[in-house]
Structure formats: structure tokens, C-alpha cells
């Protein structure tokens, strides 16, 4: 009897032994997926990151032409993409590609992500460049984020402070995956979401990024209207700089509703060139639609 009480004692034992690994287990692993945005925890799968890939030699890629005014009209163009552009996407398993072969391709978005004379020259009258598809995928690497992309941010950037987020800004400034800042102004005739999306009124080429504590310095190749650079040479690629600051000041707009759960809606606050810009970096919900 005594051996028999033993035996279920050692096994209650053990039984929480290995509850007790498991619950540490997953709340580590849980703790590794999230982050703490001004005293909220957010998975990080509501953080706005991106897969970036570098093209390792020049590729022809189909870019997917979209209608302004009816996202579901569109044509396809094939063009070049020119060797070492970073472009932010991901890759699409093994399936049946549009020259008939099975492969798998990359995915990559265009729209206000690469500098818009990029894949927009020569566009049709009210259309613009959506996305990307290219393969095969082995003359692309995978790399870090690049320095001169904001944190947990897609590079648009709004005027305005905190109380801005709230309104429609005038000015938005993109850092592009392939290293350009361009500035838009908005476009009040379009729909909401293409408000910032075309031809940029100014646009320079980030030749070189040094990081120095919460600031960025994105060395320009050329002058932005618009914004604030520092002249830092008289020649070469590396003339003018434009500092990019974090202010560190995360501000939340979460809401929670019942059918979609907590919704998750935080903001940063960056100076740029001296003037406070916000960008949004976090975005989704609990419950997916």
C-alpha cells in the first residue's frame, strides 16, 4: 500500500514537474513573441515588419498595374529590376508560375514602397503600380532591415504631431525599401487610400545611413524641397544629410469591440529634418476577419 501511495505521489510529482515546464516553456515563448508599446503588450504579429529581399543581379519581374478609381482592373508589364534594389515581400510556395514551369516566386509590394519613377514613368493615365512578382527566387537574398527604415514602420510618414493622427496631414514623407525619401503632397480628389500615392514633388537618393543613439542620418545624393539637410559636402554622393529621430513617444489608439476583439493601433512620433512626423506600426486585430 505504502509502495502504491508512493508511486502516485512520484507521479503527481512529476505530472506538475512537467506542468510546471510547459507553463514556463510557453510563457516564454510567449513573452519572445511580444513587445511592450507604452505599457501595452502586442504580439508581434500586429507589428507593421517586413521581409526584405535583395535582388543579387538584374532580374525581369511582372508588375501588376492597378485602376485608382477600381483596385480590380488592372494589366501586367514586364520590366527590369535593377541588380542590389531591396524590395519588401514574401515567398509564395511552389505553384504553378505564368510560363506554365512549378516554382516557387516572390511577392513583393511596389506601391509608395519603391521610388515611384521606378516602375511608373511610363504608366497608364489613372493607374498606377500596385505589386510585384518575380522568380526565380535564388537571384534574391534575404537581408536585415535596412538602417534608414523606421521601426516597426512601412517608411510612410505623416505632419504632424499626436494630435495630427487624429486629422487628414497635407504632407507625407516615404523612405522607400530601395533607399529614396520622397515627399508627397495629398491628394484630396483621390480615395483614402491613395491619397499619398503619386508622382512625389521632391525626391532624393539615400547614398549612405549612420545610426547614432535614437537619430538616423541618411546621407542624400541631392537636395529635399520641403525639408530640412544639412549641406555636409561640396561633391559626390554624400552632400547633404537629413536626420530622422525617434522621439521615443509610442501613442495608442487601440479599441476593443466585440466582434473584432482588441484592436491594436499604435503611432511613433519622429523628427524629421526638425519637424515632428508620426508613422503607424502597428496594425490588426485579435480576430481576423
Known amino acids: 500500500m505504502k509502495k502504491q501511495l508512493m508511486c502516485v505521489l512520484l507521479g503527481v510529482t512529476a505530472a506538475m514537474a512537467i506542468s510546471l515546464i510547459d507553463t514556463t516553456t510557453v510563457q516564454a515563448a510567449y513573452k519572445y513573441r511580444t513587445v511592450t508599446i507604452a505599457g501595452e503588450t502586442v504580439d508581434r ?10 535582388a543579387t543581379k538584374t532580374v525581369s519581374v511582372k508588375i ?47 506601391e509608395n514602397r519603391l521610388n515611384y519613377a521606378l516602375f511608373n514613368r511610363n504608366v497608364r493615365k489613372g493607374y498606377r503600380a500596385g505589386y510585384g512578382i518575380a522568380y526565380p527566387v535564388s537571384t534574391f537574398k534575404k537581408i536585415k532591415t535596412p538602417a534608414y527604415m523606421p ?30 525619401v520622397e515627399l508627397h503632397e495629398i491628394n484630396k480628389n483621390a480615395t483614402l487610400d491613395e491619397q499619398y500615392t503619386g508622382r512625389p514633388y521632391s525626391t532624393a537618393k ?25 549641406r555636409v559636402g561640396e561633391k559626390g554622393a554624400y552632400q547633404y544629410r537629413l536626420a530622422l529621430m525617434n522621439r521615443h513617444q509610442p501613442q495608442n489608439r487601440s479599441s476593443y469591440d466585440d466582434d473584432r476583439g ?15 512626423y508620426y508613422t503607424a506600426i502597428t496594425s490588426g486585430s485579435d480576430v481576423e476577419d
Not at 45 to 54: A, C, E, F, R
Not at 210 to 218: E, G
Open 45 to 54: 504579429d500586429h507589428l507593421n515588419m517586413s521581409t526584405y529581399y535583395k
Open 262 to 276: 482588441e484592436y491594436y493601433d499604435f503611432y511613433s512620433l519622429y523628427a524629421l529634418g526638425g519637424v515632428t
Open 151 to 180: 521601426t516597426w514602420s512601412y517608411g510612410d510618414l505623416y505632419l504632424g504631431g499626436a494630435k495630427a493622427i487624429d486629422t487628414t496631414s497635407k504632407r507625407s514623407a516615404q523612405i522607400t525599401t530601395n533607399g529614396y
Open 64 to 110: 501588376e498595374y492597378e485602376k485608382n478609381t477600381d483596385e480590380t482592373k488592372g494589366y501586367t508589364k514586364t520590366m527590369k529590376l535593377p541588380k542590389g534594389t531591396i524590395v519588401a515581400g514574401m515567398i509564395v510556395p511552389k505553384h504553378k508560375l505564368s510560363n506554365g514551369k512549378w516554382d516557387d516566386q516572390l511577392s513583393f509590394v511596389v
Open 206 to 230: 539615400i547614398a549612405k545611413t549612420r545610426v547614432k543613439d535614437a537619430t538616423r542620418y541618411l546621407y542624400l545624393k541631392g537636395k529635399l524641397k520641403g525639408l530640412k539637410t544639412v
